[in-house]
Structure formats: structure tokens, C-alpha cells
């Protein structure tokens, strides 16, 4: 058991404080609308990623590797990023509660959604993890689970509560330069996807 309390522990604080497009969101969001917002987009996970998981074993039954699949989902996940970026691009001065048209919680459930790397993992390590665990006992699987998502959402949620403490050195002229960079950050991740969707798109069809 403890092997599997570690291995979740220690997959679920490296994809929550690793870079990625859902710590930058919950960043953005903080910085944008507050701690509240940050909030929701951390937790978005909870929501998602309990279908995505049912799917990749589902998957794991009719398919061993799809290029296709994850090329498609990359490249539309690069563009609702881009998007998503304007935000950070046009916005004024501090406004913390600010109406968007997009909520934060369906920001950060589209962009997972969107994600490939959730599938990846769960097609990958997560499944094979899971499959060991289940071969010698129930509960290993769900101790994994739970550890995994328990840091992974609790590392978002300590980067979103710490964000919006600093919140009251910001003036509006940093609050603009810092929405900038996200903006950059977050277009940077865009292009990486639709890149990352190329190569996969390539590999389909050039086996």
C-alpha cells in the first residue's frame, strides 16, 4: 500500500505545480477575477477528469496507440487556449469581479477536457498503475486515486491562495505587465499543442 500511497503522492504534486495550461489558468484567474475564481479552476479536474478515465479504459480494450485521437484533440486544444489568451491581452486594470463570458470553472473544464495529457497519463501510467494495484488488492487502486488527486488539486489550491495574498502589492500598472506575461505563457502553450497535434496527425498518417 505504501507503494501505491508514494506513487500518487508524488504523480499527483508533480503534475499539479508542473507548467501547464490549467496552473496557468488557475494563475490567470486569480490575478483577473480572485481567489474564488482561481479556485474553481483548480478543483475542474473533479469534474473531468472521472469521464476521461472511464474513456481511456474504455479505449484500452479496442485500441493500443491513436495518433489521430490525441493530433485532434491537441489542436483544438491549442486553439481554445489562443482564444482564451484575449482575455489577458485586453483587460484594463484590477477588476476582481469582472463578468466574462466564460466562467472560470468552464475555462478550466474545457481546457482538461482538451488537455491530451490527461488522456496520456490515464492511458499509460495511470492504467497500468491501476491494473497492477487490482491484481493484488482493491483497495491499492483507490489509494493511488485518491493521494494522486488530493495533491494534485491541493497543489493548484495552494498556488491559487497564495497568488491572491499578493494580490494587495499589485498596482495596475504591474497587473497589466503581469496579465501580459499570461497571455504570452498561455499562447506559448497553445502553439506547443497545436504543434504537439501536428506530430501526432504526422504519425498517423505516416506510420
Same mark, same amino acid.
Given at each position: 500500500m505504501l507503494f501505491y500511497l508514494s506513487y500518487? $503522492? =508524488?504523480l499527483g504534486l508533480a503534475s499539479g505545480f508542473s507548467p501547464g495550461p490549467l496552473l496557468t489558468l488557475v494563475i490567470s484567474e486569480t490575478v483577473n477575477h480572485g481567489r474564488k475564481e482561481g479556485l474553481k479552476v483548480a478543483i475542474a479536474p473533479l469534474i473531468t477528469? /472521472?469521464?476521461i478515465i472511464l474513456l481511456c479504459f474504455l479505449v484500452l480494450y479496442y485500441i493500443k496507440d491513436n495518433n489521430l485521437v490525441f493530433g485532434i484533440l491537441s489542436l483544438a486544444g491549442g486553439i481554445f487556449l489562443a482564444y482564451i489568451s484575449r482575455y489577458n491581452f485586453s483587460i484594463g486594470e484590477f477588476r476582481q469581479n469582472?463578468?466574462?463570458? $466564460? =466562467?472560470?470553472?468552464q475555462k478550466g473544464i474545457i481546457a482538461n477536457f482538451l488537455n491530451p495529457a490527461p488522456y496520456i497519463f490515464w492511458l499509460t501510467i495511470g492504467a497500468t498503475t491501476i491494473f497492477k494495484g487490482w491484481s493484488e488488492s482493491f483497495i491499492f487502486p483507490v489509494v493511488f486515486i485518491v493521494s494522486f488527486y488530493i495533491c494534485l488539486i491541493g497543489s493548484k489550491v495552494i498556488i491559487a491562495i497564495l497568488v491572491s495574498r499578493s494580490m494587495r502589492f499589485i498596482r495596475s500598472g504591474v497587473f497589466r505587465w503581469i496579465n501580459?506575461? /499570461?497571455g504570452i505563457l498561455i499562447l506559448f502553450i497553445a502553439v506547443k499543442f497545436v504543434y504537439d497535434g501536428y506530430l501526432y496527425i504526422w504519425k498517423a498518417i505516416n506510420p
Open positions: 500518487g $503522492i =508524488t477528469d /472521472l469521464p469582472e463578468k466574462v463570458d $466564460i =466562467t472560470s470553472m501580459f506575461f /499570461l
